[in-house]
Nanobody
Framework: QVRLVESGGGSVQAGGSLRLSCAAS????????MEWYRQAPGKQRELVAT???????RYADSLKGRFTISRDNAKNTVDLQMNSLKPEDTAVYYC?????????WGQGTQVTVSS
């Protein structure tokens, strides 16, 4: 069983930066893809960024250039560096790991950006 725990959320002023981290306890050796999602109040959860075990990345179009996803395969962790934050980035951010047979979600970490 894999349990994911996010950290690094908090409150920041517009233009600031935060770095989110997701750590896994337990191991599923079929996990290849790690992702970050976010959900703002009253909105659907949306995909922020994806990274494969080969290091290929993909981002939501609106976030390109401001967010960077990275992973440490040895530590089984994934990070999200968020720069030039805007009030519209305010949301709960979740990490997700995809294995061959199931996915795993963290409990989320709140990011609040004030103007």
């Amino acid at each position: 069983q894999v349990r994911l725990v996010e950290s690094g959320g908090g409150s920041v002023q517009a233009g600031g930066s935060l770095r989110l981290s997701c750590a896994a306890s337990g191991r599923d050796f079929s996990i290849k893809v790690m992702e970050w999602y976010r959900q703002a109040p009253g909105k659907q959860r949306e995909l922020v960024a994806t990274i494969t075990n080969a290091g290929s990345t993909r981002y939501a179009d609106s976030l390109k250039g401001r967010f960077t996803i990275s992973r440490d395969n040895a530590k089984n962790t994934v990070d999200l560096q968020m720069n030039s934050l805007k009030p519209e980035d305010t949301a709960v951010y979740y990490c997700r790991y995809l294995g061959d047979y199931r996915d795993y979600w963290g409990q989320g970490t709140q990011v609040t950006v004030s103007s």
